[in-house]
């Protein structure tokens, strides 16, 4: 699957930003799709899984109740709405697929990855 995501900026904390990815090549629906980020210095880190019917979400506990994945298999997309944005959610997001039904935290069970997308959130 390739992917291509969008939708990053320059914002000021307590904002909000919608992060797109656009899915092709092999069936979108037949993946997983999770949402990492990574900040200079640091690893990639999970932020957001949602299972191939949308069934199961998870999410990690540093943005839980402020973030939100959802997907759109008849378009191929998958999204990121991030309201409540703080300053430490500054990094580059990277959206990825994962061949499972559920909605996968562990990193190692995504294959395909996109280029990311930068956000940056301002005090």
């Known amino acids: 699957v390739q992917l291509v995501e969008s939708g990053g900026g320059l914002v000021q904390a307590g904002d909000s930003l919608r992060l797109s990815c656009a899915a092709s090549?092999?069936?979108?629906?037949?993946?997983?799709m999770g949402w990492f980020r990574q900040s200079p210095g640091k690893e990639r880190e999970f932020v957001a899984a949602?299972?191939?019917?949308?069934?199961?979400?998870n999410y990690a506990d540093d943005v839980k109740g402020r973030f939100t994945i959802s997907r759109n298999n008849s378009k191929n997309m998958g999204y990121l709405q991030m309201n409540s944005l703080k300053p430490e959610d500054t990094a580059v997001y990277y959206c990825?697929?994962?061949?499972?039904?559920?909605?996968?935290?562990?990193?190692?069970?995504?294959?395909?990855w996109g280029q990311g997308t930068q956000v940056t959130v301002s005090p």
């Open positions: 090549g092999r069936a979108f629906s037949s993946y997983a």
């Open positions: 949602i299972s191939r019917t949308s069934g199961t979400t």
């Open positions: 990825a697929t994962a061949p499972v039904q559920r909605a996968p935290v562990d990193i190692i069970m995504y294959d395909d």
